[in-house]
T-cell receptor, first 109, second 112 residues
């Protein structure tokens, strides 16, 4: 069975502090990994995908196939990063994604 | 401009009264998804279309049906809503080249 685990339901940091949102997955094959974000009163949207290897809004995520993890990191959190974050591996063969339960990040001033 | 549009944003129905939620897209994407999301939970895939090919998730209740009359529109029909069906329903599209999903704002369904 395909599973995604985001162990932290809630995460709170102060502005300027580093932040790491954890994601572990159990998936057959080689999924493509994504992070989606939902800001307050906005729709769910893509934050970044692992194959792009890019930094979006200061966030990066490294795929660790050995540990089957895809943790999201940012060295200096900002208040506008407060949002709900979902890790979502995509099974290319099946043509669908599985979403984790999400982590609510709060960045305090 | 919104590219995936869900109507209505809020829907109230009575227990057992059929209800239809709609989704339209201007992206011309092949794939469309319907998710159910309950409070503090992950979006749960109900079904998806690849063009007209319908794919039902094994645990999607028979109470839920879907129609996709053309590329732009997709409907979610709940034949006999129960209290447990109250949730946010999300529609998403995907262009096959990139596996990135584009979400609508959702329809929040209340069942009285």
């Amino acid at each position: 069975a395909q599973r995604v685990t985001q162990p932290e339901k809630l995460l709170s940091v102060f502005k300027g502090a580093p932040v790491e949102l954890k994601c572990n997955y159990s998936y057959s094959g080689s999924p493509e990994l994504f992070w989606y974000v939902q800001y307050s009163r906005q729709r769910l949207q893509l934050l970044l995908r692992h194959i792009s290897r890019e930094s979006i809004k200061g966030f990066t995520a490294d795929l660790n196939k050995g540990e089957t993890s895809f943790h999201l990191k940012k060295p200096f959190a900002q208040e506008e990063d407060s949002a709900m974050y979902y890790c979502a591996p995509h099974n290319t063969n099946a043509g669908k994604s599985t979403f984790g339960d999400g982590t609510t990040l709060t960045v305090k001033p | 401009d919104a590219m995936v549009i869900q109507n209505p944003r809020y829907q109230v129905t009575q227990f057992g009264k059929p209800v239809t939620l709609s989704c339209s897209q201007t992206l011309n994407h092949n794939v469309m998804y319907w998710y159910q999301q309950k409070s503090s939970q992950a979006p749960k895939l109900l079904f998806h279309y690849y063009d007209k090919d319908f794919n039902n998730e094994a645990d999607t209740p028979d109470n839920f049906q879907s129609r996709r009359p053309n590329t732009s529109f997709c409907f979610l029909d709940i034949r006999s809503p129960g209290l447990g069906d109250a949730a946010m329903y999300l529609c998403a599209t995907e262009g096959t080249a990139k596996n990135i999903q584009y979400f609508g704002a959702g329809t929040r369904l209340s069942v009285l």
